[in-house]
């Protein structure tokens, strides 16, 4: 990997870090960060960081992280830079998940993972039988498409959900569509992170594979891979992160999307490489994304998952004018 | 060799089945040329090699013979893809036999080792390094974590060579014209470095030169001792090159043969259905094919 690349994904890394723990209703200085780490200074000024600020810049690191490792899996395995959880409905699945628990007024934190999983899986599923009945369960095309179809479909659930719901807990099913890492805690980062970094790791082992599968189905299987066994070990490793992304912050879209393209323009052209680099500027796309979200109109915040699609999509266009310009 | 007995697959809902009861052989050391209308079965054989689809009936089998085999090979051994496969079997063993079942990660690996494929068609999703892909060529070879070895750094720079695309592996792939990028995939094929080689169409967007470099490249790795299955439209040039050509028709073998055998004015004329001369290159000494203008029925 270029290391040129590497360092500046440690520094932009870095940069979210601080950003994080220093931005917020009551803004600290970097010094008084580092103090407040050390265990020194003002106990509120602790209690800030290690209560509550420290647990969001942990989820975000590791949400920004999965959802940028899960978008590159996936585009590596579909074969197409449109390809990502939210775009192929696997996050729409799991909010899904997550919001019909909330209207059943079941609101268990350990209960409320488990449901996301259960609809980002249901998601998986969907997709795969709308790909088979339209005859190309391992065309990548025709994933797409059905994603978006069962992302479309997500929406629409979610929307009859809300409609339908008791007053009270429209709020909460609310925060699963609008992505927030405001209620953080521990345990949280603990159960996202977790689920990130074994998937992560996962994925990484396969990168050879992936970059293989790249480069088509007939060429990876004169590579001696097995090309749809492959993608649906990557897909379904891919779409579990994604989950326990939307599970521990709701729906973000665009990250996993724009990082892993952005990533490629900067020269990372392996698979795995290209993962790693994606998930440290995942991570810190989400945790800068957050403290803009505090810091615009504090003390209130605005939903992340608006900020990075304010992010994303200039970025987005850019992209393809450039595609275009080739 | 490449052993193709009695293969007949059928795609779900065609009419007619791609290939019906296909037998022929491609021997080591010799330029097997598979030649054809379009749609007569020709792609759908490496198809098959590759695993994408399976037969209805018959065999290929993938022997290490010939070349000498994997080292340590046994002659006489068979890893199988279909009923009756042995359990137990080795990936090192002399011969692999693909038939109506898959075949299992460890053997397609073995598989690979052996069998280098340029698809027809190839598309990657996202621009690599020249030498990167090329370099792509060597996974059935490593696993995991596991980067290159010098075997690896000795195969890419000696694929690059002999496919004449080292002036150009620092380049990305998305900057290639046609032919570069042909020459890229068959670079990436060598640096696999089985005994048997299968191109689909590999001098489809080449220039008259470049060409005739591939062929004589083709015809080098040959008398090299490797098995080489070249799937062609280029029929006059397959006519001076191969040393054994099949001509299908709808899935059938019409003829099968040297080139003597096969380029045969009545033959061709009746496979292609087009008004046709075969005459002989006065430069070469090869049968030569001379479609003729406005008699067509088409």
């Known amino acids: ?326 | 060799m490449i052993e193709v007995d009695g293969l007949s697959v059928r795609y779900p809902r065609a009419a007619r089945p791609a290939l019906d009861g296909v037998s022929f052989t491609a021997r080591a050391g010799a330029l097997t040329a598979v030649v054809g209308p379009n749609g007569s079965g020709k792609s759908t054989i490496v198809r098959t090699l590759l695993g994408r689809v399976r037969p209805s009936a018959g065999t290929i089998r993938v022997g290490g013979v010939g070349a000498g085999g994997e080292p340590g090979g046994e002659p006489g051994r068979e890893l199988r893809g279909g009923p009756g496969s042995e359990p137990g079997g080795q990936a090192g063993a002399s011969s692999i036999v693909l038939g109506d079942a898959p075949l299992d990660p460890v053997r397609r690996r073995a598989l690979a080792r052996r069998l280098a494929v340029v698809p027809q068609r190839e598309e990657p999703a996202f621009a690599l390094p020249v030498r990167d892909f090329i370099a792509l060529g060597r996974h059935p070879h490593g696993r995991g974590f596991g980067g290159e070895t010098a075997a690896d750094r000795e195969a890419i720079a000696s694929a690059a060579e002999r496919a004449a695309v080292t002036p150009f592996l620092a380049r990305s792939t998305a900057e290639l014209s046609g032919g570069e990028w042909q020459r890229v995939r068959v670079a990436r094929a060598l640096a696999q470095g089985g005994e048997v080689l299968v191109l689909d169409e590999p001098t489809t967007f080449l220039d008259v030169a470049h060409e005739m470099a591939a062929f004589e490249l083709f015809d080098a790795l040959a008398r090299e001792g490797r098995t080489v299955l070249l799937v062609s439209h280029q029929l006059n040039l397959v006519a001076r090159f191969a040393d054994h050509i099949v001509l299908l028709q709808q899935g059938r073998v019409a003829a099968d043969g040297s080139a003597d055998e096969v380029m045969r004015g009545e033959v061709l004329e009746s496979v292609y259905d087009w008004p046709l001369v075969v005459s002989r290159d006065p430069a070469v000494g090869a049968p030569v094919l001379v479609p003729l203008r406005g008699r067509g029925k088409r």
């Open chain 1, 1 to 326: 990997m270029n290391s040129r690349v590497a360092l500046l994904t440690a520094l932009l890394v870095a940069v979210a870090i601080v950003s994080g723990l220093a931005v917020g209703a009551v803004p600290l200085s970097p010094g008084t960060v580092i103090d407040g780490l050390r265990g020194q200074g003002d106990p509120v000024v602790r209690a800030i960081l290690w209560d509550l600020r420290l647990p969001r810049v942990a989820l975000g690191l590791a949400v920004g992280a999965g959802l940028a490792v899960s978008g590159g899996a996936m585009q590596a395995t579909l074969r197409n830079p449109l390809a990502e959880p939210y775009l192929l409905g696997v996050s729409g699945g799991a909010a899904v998940g997550a919001v019909l628990a909330t209207v059943a007024g079941v609101l268990a934190p350990t209960v409320m993972p488990l449901a996301a999983f259960l609809g980002a899986m249901g998601a998986v599923a969907l997709v795969l039988a709308v790909a088979r009945a339209a005859g190309g369960a391992s065309d990548p095309r025709i994933l797409v498409m059905a994603g978006v179809i069962v992302g479309a479909f997500c929406t629409a659930a979610i929307m009859v959900a809300l409609a339908t719901a008791p007053e009270g807990t429209v709020r909460g099913a609310l925060w699963w569509m609008m992505g927030s890492l405001a209620d953080a805690t521990w345990s949280d980062v603990r159960w996202v992170g977790g689920y990130v970094a074994l998937g992560g790791a996962l994925l990484l082992w396969w990168g050879r594979d992936l970059d293989v599968l790249a480069l088509g189905e007939e060429p990876a299987a004169a590579l001696g891979l097995d090309v749809d066994r492959v993608t649906w070990r990557v897909f379904l490793v891919a779409a579990l992160i994604a989950a326990a992304t939307v599970s521990g912050a709701g729906l973000i879209g665009f990250v996993g999307l724009v990082v892993p393209s952005l990533v490629r323009t900067l020269g990372v052209t392996r698979v795995r490489q290209a993962l790693a680099v994606s998930a440290g500027v995942g991570g810190a796309l989400v945790v800068l994304g957050d403290a803009v979200a505090r810091r615009i109109v504090t003390p209130a915040e605005l939903p992340l998952g608006a900020v990075t699609a304010l992010l994303g999509v200039p970025f987005f266009v850019w992209r393809l004018r450039a595609a275009a310009a080739r």
